[in-house]
């Protein structure tokens, strides 16, 4: 009973969620779904259709 519980507390920290200090901020992150591709104007098209913020350049 005390492996399986030991497992058990294991399985969580490994699933547990990455704390905001550890987390990337990249162009497109978020409930902006990720980079779809690049416009014209070396902005970053999100995959939701809006253009990213971001001050970086997209190549």
Excluded: W, Y
Aim: proline share 5%; charged share 20%.
């Amino acid at each position: 009973m005390k492996s399986m519980m030991l497992s058990l507390c294991a399985f969580i920290f490994v699933l547990a969620p990455i704390s905001p200090a550890q987390a990337k901020n990249t162009p497109c992150s978020g409930k902006m779904g990720g980079v779809s591709h690049c416009s014209k104007e070396g902005k970053f098209v999100c995959k939701n259709g809006k253009i990213s913020q971001s001050k970086k350049i997209c190549r």
